[in-house]
């Protein structure tokens, strides 16, 4: 039983002997907790008072790794949920605001539209600019192998965050 997994992101780039297997998407996929996965580089500590942000799409993983995140949003500075050209209504963004309300944690809503931009670089861009501590995300909205195959947004916050990210599938 664990309320959270902590692991070191892997540096995608070096993956020579001297480097670890990057496991985080892995266990992301498989754990019944959630994960902060820390990027290799990062000095900490980790603040969770800090402002938070969380990555939202209106996916099933993502509402799930908000449910998981509650303990750390309730204790957040701040609490930003960011849409990029999000199309899905399966939990729209003002449902998590109101949710998050019910369990006393005031959120504000920024939807971004879908430009030229990756999703991923765009969150990126965002988390910066928000000064945030940590990124809640779902993790894998689609399948692994579609992923691998034609990129995602789980693999390129995976392979490119300086910023914590607090995973769920």
Do not use: C
Not at 50 to 65: F, L, R, S, V, Y
Not at 72 to 82: F, H, M
Not at 112 to 130: C, E, F, H, S
Not at 145 to 168: I, Y
Request: no cysteine.
């Amino acid at each position: 039983l664990s309320d959270l997994i902590v692991l070191s992101k892997a540096d995608y780039e070096k993956r020579d002997g001297n480097h670890p297997i990057p496991i985080a998407a892995d266990v992301a996929m498989t754990a019944r907790s959630p994960v902060l996965v820390l990027p290799e580089t990062f000095a900490g500590p980790f603040i969770p008072t800090g402002p938070a942000m969380i990555a939202w799409n209106g996916a099933p993983e993502g509402a799930h790794a908000l449910r998981a995140a509650l303990p750390l949003l309730k204790i957040a500075s701040g609490v930003t949920l960011v849409s990029v050209g999000n199309d899905r209504d399966d939990f729209p963004v003002a449902n998590a605001v109101d949710y998050l309300a019910l369990h006393g944690v005031t959120a504000t809503i920024s939807e971004l539209p879908l430009g030229d931009t990756a999703v991923a670089d765009v969150l990126l861009q965002t988390a910066k600019a928000l000064s945030s501590s940590y990124v809640v995300m779902g993790a894998y909205g689609h399948s692994r192998f579609r992923e691998a195959v034609l990129g995602g947004v789980t693999r390129a916050m995976l392979e490119h965050s300086d910023v914590p990210l607090l995973m769920a599938h």
